[in-house]
């Protein structure tokens, strides 16, 4: 099953009413966030963890769908960044993993460098978008079936395009 890990707070400032609703409300920024990611799940087979910034010292995690969505929020003084290359590093192999941030280049060049794919904010806010809305939020499919091959397919290509955008 792929490993997709989110830089929560990336996400949320990159997409306009996230980050309006992030100005007035942070919970219901991040719920919102992980209810369009919950909608995606519905029928997909991808296990995501969505990494946000402890603030004042919350740390923890919350699993959104056990086994398949987790959030999870980084100990006082942490950083998303630093938690995420932990992830990969203690993964053994990082070849499973797809890094959504916004950071492309520095979180992006050490996710690569573990061997993780990367995916910048605003093509994960787009290719959620695609299902965000044919569900309610908090409703899900009861079977998961596999992806189909044009979802595959359009993974791959990303992948492949953003594989090396430095030339490193």
């Given amino acids: 099953m792929q490993q997709v890990i989110v830089d929560g707070y990336n996400v949320i400032y990159a997409d306009p009413d996230l980050r ?3 100005a007035a409300e942070p919970e219901r920024a991040r719920r919102a966030l992980l209810d ?3 909608s995606y799940l519905a029928d997909r087979k991808l296990r995501v963890t969505v990494v946000f910034d402890g603030a004042g010292g919350l740390s923890g995690s919350e699993a959104v769908i056990p086994g398949l969505l987790q959030a999870v929020f980084t100990a006082a003084g942490e950083s998303a960044d630093t938690l ?3 992830t ?3 993964a053994g192999s990082a070849r499973g993993f797809i890094v959504v941030s916004s950071d492309v280049a520095d979180i992006g060049r050490a996710a690569r460098a573990l061997g993780a794919r990367v995916l910048p904010s605003e093509a994960f806010l787009a290719r959620i978008a695609g299902r965000a809305d ?3 939020p908090g409703q899900c499919a009861r079977e998961k ?3 189909d091959e044009a979802d595959v397919a359009f993974w791959l290509e990303r992948f492949e395009e953003r594989a090396d955008p430095e030339g490193d």
Avoid: T
């Fill in 36 to 38: 369009r990611i919950r």
């Fill in 145 to 147: 079936p596999d992806p």
């Fill in 20 to 22: 309006r609703e992030m």
């Fill in 134 to 136: 044919e569900r309610r």
């Fill in 88 to 90: 990969l590093e203690r």
């Fill in 84 to 86: 995420i290359v932990r």
